[in-house]
């Protein structure tokens, strides 16, 4: 999925309603590359950790406190997925070049939440400068489905890709990583490559 649907060496948004499994997905998607990210955690979000996700869990407020005393060792060439953007912005003002220091060598996932889900653009907790630069904009929500006898639709967790540079994938990734995993990547890996 590095590559296909999060912008490698890039910095990836993927927000949605609290809840939808934003975390547990993105950890899933890596998993998939056999990638083992780092999850840094602001949240205490014990979702990865009952699902049977592959990664290595970093505090963050422990971390914010090593690198704070310039004690923090920042590895390279890892994923790094920031769970969640609420909390962890609220460190950015007296560390502005915290998440720069971050990204340096690597690839970033953040999860955000929006609060107001009425439109797949409102993204109020991840100020509009920031995230126009950033490589990727990932939209998750759920479909409820419908119960009409004549088109039933089951209900379905969708990702929508809001923008990504080079990608030519499918714009909406029907039940992104909620089948097996090897169904999921049979999947993606077909919908990618005709694109």
Same mark, same amino acid.
């Given at each position: 999925?590095?590559?296909?649907?999060?912008?490698?060496?890039?910095?990836?948004?993927?927000?949605?309603?609290?809840?939808?499994?934003?975390?547990? &997905? &993105?950890i899933?998607?890596?998993?998939?590359?056999?990638?083992?990210?780092?999850?840094?955690?602001?949240?205490? $979000? *014990?979702?990865?950790?009952?699902?049977?996700? $592959?990664? *290595?869990?970093?505090?963050?407020?422990?971390?914010?406190?090593?690198?704070?005393?310039?004690?923090?060792?920042?590895? +390279?060439?890892?994923?790094?997925?920031?769970?969640?953007?609420?909390?962890?912005?609220?460190?950015?003002?007296? $560390?502005?070049?915290?998440?720069?220091?971050?990204?340096?060598?690597? *690839?970033?996932?953040?999860?955000?939440?929006?609060?107001?889900?009425?439109?797949k653009?409102?993204?109020?907790?991840?100020?509009?400068?920031?995230v $126009?630069?950033?490589?990727?904009?990932?939209?998750?929500?759920?479909?409820?489905?419908?119960?009409? +006898?004549?088109?039933?639709?089951?209900?379905?967790y969708?990702? *929508?890709?809001?923008?990504?540079r080079?990608?030519?994938?499918?714009?909406?990734?029907?039940?992104w990583?909620?089948?097996?995993?090897?169904?999921?990547?049979?999947?993606?890996?077909?919908?990618?490559?005709?694109?």
């Amino acid at each position: 999925m590095i590559g296909k649907v999060f912008k490698k060496d890039g910095i990836n948004l993927c927000y949605g309603e609290s809840g939808l499994g934003k975390t547990v &997905s &993105s950890i899933k998607a890596v998993n998939s590359d056999n990638i083992v990210p780092i999850l840094l955690d602001f949240d205490g $979000n *014990t979702s990865p950790e009952n699902n049977n996700c $592959n990664y *290595t869990h970093i505090d963050g407020v422990k971390f914010i406190a090593s690198y704070m005393a310039k004690d923090a060792v920042i590895p +390279k060439d890892q994923v790094i997925i920031i769970d969640t953007w609420a909390m962890f912005s609220a460190y950015l003002e007296t $560390n502005p070049m915290l998440l720069e220091d971050l990204h340096e060598g690597n *690839t970033i996932i953040i999860i955000g939440h929006n609060i107001d889900i009425a439109s797949k653009q409102d993204i109020p907790d991840v100020p509009s400068v920031l995230v $126009n630069h950033w490589d990727a904009k990932l939209f998750m929500s759920f479909d409820k489905g419908s119960s009409a +006898k004549t088109s039933a639709r089951p209900p379905s967790y969708n990702l *929508t890709v809001m923008k990504l540079r080079g990608y030519k994938g499918p714009r909406t990734i029907i039940n992104w990583m909620r089948k097996s995993i090897s169904e999921e990547i049979a999947e993606m890996n077909k919908l990618l490559d005709k694109g």
